[in-house]
């Protein structure tokens, strides 16, 4: 049985170095997720689509659906899953700019909220797709 580490809450003081280390996970994380996408035969359309400090990390394109992902990259295990980061508030942020890309990009698909889950380790990686993870309805 593996040992659970707790996560650092960020209101710890964290070095540059630690900050620098989980900006650059969290990127390993997003071309991991986009590349499991793809595997499945989803076409990736943004990386990063950005405006101002909100921030989409992958859409996607599934058959007749514009899917919404968020990746969620931790490095250890905890007792907390990394999809649990994605709170209400990251969610109606994440609601808010895709309406956003909707409209710029003139798109006229349902839109599906998604999370992928990646916990990475010295033992092996884990890779955990949530489909319709959450929907503007349940706001």
């Known amino acids: 049985m593996a040992l659970l580490k707790f996560h ?4 710890d003081k964290r070095t540059t170095e630690d900050r620098r280390t989980a ?22 359309l943004e990386h990063n689509y950005r405006r101002g400090h909100l921030e989409i990390d992958l859409i996607a394109q599934d058959g007749d659906e514009l899917v919404i992902v968020e ?6 295990d905890t007792i907390l899953q990394p999809e649990d980061a994605v709170d209400h508030k990251k969610r109606l942020a994440l609601i808010r700019l895709a309406n ?3 409209k710029t990009h003139n798109r006229k698909e349902n839109i599906r909220f ?19 993870a959450y929907n503007v309805m349940s706001f």
Request: charged residues 30%; glycine residues 6%.
């Open 23 to 44: 900006l650059e996970f969290g990127k390993i994380g997003e071309q991991m997720a986009a590349r499991f996408l793809t595997d499945k035969g989803y076409i990736i």
């Open 8 to 11: 650092t809450p960020r209101t």
């Open 100 to 102: 956003e890309y909707v």
């Open 71 to 76: 990746v969620k990259s931790r490095a250890y």
């Open 114 to 132: 998604d999370i992928i889950s990646i916990i990475s380790n010295v033992n092996k990686t884990e890779i955990k797709h949530l489909k319709s």
